[in-house]
């Protein structure tokens, strides 16, 4: 099993920044990436930025040059890096793990956090 627990959200204002943390426990070497989903109300869960255990990253279109995703192996912590935020940002930021690839599946999800951003 492996247990994500993520920090960071929160309330900020259109063209602003936030980074977001996921810490990783447990059985992390059977994980081959890792990832941010996103759901707002109402919209499907997408998945936001990912990055495989080799340092290789994938995003979003929607957040490509905005989002950084990085990972601290002797921290087991992943972050995502969000500049530039706007208000369609807004949703349930989730921290994933796969065992496979970064395409998923993604079976070990954290609780979430919130980021909201306002005009």
């Known amino acids: 099993q492996v247990q994500l627990v993520e920090s960071g959200g929160g309330l900020v204002q259109a063209g602003g920044s936030l980074r977001l943390s996921c810490a990783a426990s447990?059985?992390?070497?059977?994980?081959?990436?890792m990832g941010w989903y996103r759901q707002a109300p109402g919209k499907q869960r997408e998945l936001v930025a990912a990055?495989?255990?080799?340092?290789?990253?994938n995003y979003a279109d929607s957040v490509k040059v905005r989002f950084t995703i990085s990972g601290d192996n002797a921290k087991n912590t992943v972050y995502l890096q969000m500049n530039s935020l706007k208000p369609e940002d807004t949703a349930v930021y989730y921290c994933?793990?796969?065992?496979?690839?970064?395409?998923?599946?993604?079976?070990?999800w954290g609780q979430g956090t919130q980021v909201t951003v306002s005009s």
């Open positions: 994933t793990a796969a065992r496979t690839s970064w395409v998923g599946p993604y079976e070990y």
């Open positions: 990055i495989t255990s080799g340092g290789s990253t």
């Open positions: 447990g059985s992390i070497f059977s994980i081959n990436a």
